[in-house]
């Protein structure tokens, strides 16, 4: 009987090692590449059996694609095509909540505003007629101008970008931050700090009232995206990602939806975020405001897992061409 056991008891402390490190990694206090690996081809497994499938009514992808740079030019347009398409977007399509996912970081030229500036300042510039019609055209040719005053009046947040990288560049403005430092409590030594960042012009970012989020994803070590980090701390407060943002505005959004907010028209009273539990380790956010509520699980890095199946009908796809042309098709749900 005591020979039969000897195995079983040699065996009990190899076992108990084994599960003590699989909860290491578990809790994030070890990388076991191993195991690591088996557990992303696990997770795509489920999501390839058990993502959602079909179309999703409420979302609606608009492509700048080959059609779209045939009909109106290389990328990046003039600002006053992109003023155009979120009009048309919110105006003729009556999208309800719209999602800018590239940074404005650069004033646009491209209308020859800066070379006329420069003849008024030098060559020309005591030249009264030539003075006279630069003021005439100024409206017309500033394109960052009316840009800002499009969103000013239409439900469009913006997006930018952060860098953990040394030394990282702080260029363009950002949004106010969803938490300040004073609400961070234990997390704000907690979640890792983001030194840089490139945000949007700062007179298109003072003109938009629904505010930014960013662009940041996080690859695995396969190189595969599989969570995204919807909190990010930057000078000591917290900024989401944009879709954390969109859901935000998204749920204080009127109960009459599309809407068509006036030129001068405040956003809708975003909705309240939290970190649960309130003490670290982060396990969810929860946004809660009048048109309901969400909660969304995290890990401790405030960092989501992406339940998404792409496919080609995995969202309702339009071409920018059809959005500026007028073409939109009946059959989209949200447009």
Known sequence: MLRALTPVLHFQPVGALIVALLAAQALGLLRLPAVGRIDHALYDVHVRLFAPRGTDPRVVMVDVDERALSEHGRWPWRRAVLAELLQRLVKDGGASLVGLDIVLAETDDSSGLAALDALAQGPLGRTPAFQQALETLRPVLDDDARLAEALRGLPVVLAFHLSDEPGAARAGAL?????????????????????????????????????????????????????????????????????????????????????????????????AISLVPAEPPLRELRLTAAQGALRVPVDDGARALLPYRYGDNAFQRVSAADVLGGRLPSSLACL
């Open 175 to 271: 949004p106010p931050p969803l938490l300040p430092d004073a609400a961070l409590g234990a997390y704000l030594s907690v979640l890792p700090e983001w030194r840089g960042h490139g945000g949007n012009l700062l007179r298109l970012q003072q003109a938009s009232h629904w505010g930014a989020g960013h662009l940041n994803g996080q690859f695995d070590d396969d190189g595969v995206l599989r969570r995204a980090p919807l909190l990010l701390r930057h000078d000591g407060a917290l900024h989401g990602a944009l879709s954390l943002v969109m859901a935000r505005q998204w749920l204080g959004l009127p109960a009459t939806t599309p809407v068509t907010p006036a030129a001068d028209a405040p956003a809708p009273q975003p909705a």
